[in-house]
Nanobody, 127 residues
Framework: QFQLAESGGDWVHPGGSVRLSCTVT????????IGWFRQAPGKEREGISC????????DYVDSLKDRFFISRDIAKNTVYLQMDRLEAEDTAVYYC????????????????????WGQGTQVTVSS
């Protein structure tokens, strides 16, 4: 059974940091690229970062590339999203999703292309 489980969501002050984890079961990170998405209240879900299944390609939405960093641990079947200098506008439910590509060097931040989703984890940035 394919599952993705996010964890690490928290309440933090502006300027703080959070590291999210996405642990997958039923498949391996060598088979699927992983994307991180977020959905703020009243807004559409947006893609923010992704990592290819061969681990050689990462992408970020331009507005976040200086503060967010994606990585993975193959042995733990886990993908991480390090988020620094958090702002109130980063408050959202964060999701990870898996996508399978014919080419292992691809990844996508397009929600419509994701095959499997996690349940999400809440990040709240507030003073």
């Amino acid at each position: 059974q394919f599952q993705l489980a996010e964890s690490g969501g928290d309440w933090v002050h502006p300027g703080g940091s959070v590291r999210l984890s996405c642990t997958v079961t039923g498949f391996t990170l060598d088979e699927y690229s992983i994307g991180w998405f977020r959905q703020a209240p009243g807004k559409e879900r947006e893609g923010i970062s992704c990592i290819s299944s061969n681990g050689e390609r990462t992408d970020y939405v331009d507005s976040l590339k200086d503060r967010f960093f994606i990585s993975r641990d193959i042995a733990k079947n886990t993908v991480y999203l390090q988020m620094d200098r958090l702002e109130a506008e980063d408050t959202a439910v964060y999701y990870c999703a898996a996508s399978r590509w014919a080419t292992r060097s691809l990844c996508s931040m397009a929600a419509r292309l994701a095959d499997y989703w996690g349940q999400g984890t809440q990040v709240t940035v507030s003073s």
